[in-house]
């Protein structure tokens, strides 16, 4: 029997060995609140302070790197919407100091993996957001009716671009960005 190739595999081995920081990341204090149904305009705001905080540098770390265009990473930066939702000045939001790694590619898809999949669950935030009648549901929004194929087109470029010898380091750098966006969020 053989093993099944890396781009078969790897959508796979991200969701299992990464499941445990993804879930403590999901325990912070937005998202309990908003399973309680006690979230709050203030609590959202804090909460979408703390995301500009983590993906401005992310996407500005994105920026330093090539990507094919059908990758389409100009259409993936997304820390813009949160400055629509929040009334704070983008220079007044502290931003995070320590993120992972991302100087090579494997790292970059690590951490991509994490960010492009926040927008699946983000579509669910939107519609919890509408129902409890708090307004700042832009970044929550992701891209609208295009986030289902987005994901789709990243896990592809994500599948063709994992190798045996990358995807050790590709499934390390998503739980690394997991593990710091945790730490940032929850600070």
Known sequence: MTNPPASTGILHRLRTETRP???????NRFNRELTAGTLTPEATEHFLAKMYGFLKPYEDQ????????????????????????????????????ALPPLHTWPQLLGAMY??????LGGQVIAKQLAKAAIPARTYFSGYAERTGPMWKSFCQLLSQAVTPENEDEVVASAGHTFQHLDAWITT
Do not use: K, M
């Open 62 to 97: 994105l920026r330093q790197h090539h990507f094919a265009p059908e990758w389409a990473i100009e259409q993936r930066y997304r820390a813009h919407l949160i400055l629509q939702d929040l009334p704070a000045n983008a220079a007044a939001l502290p931003l995070c100091p």
């Open 114 to 119: 994490v960010l492009e999949g926040s927008t």
């Open 21 to 27: 920081y993804h879930d403590a990341l999901e325990q």
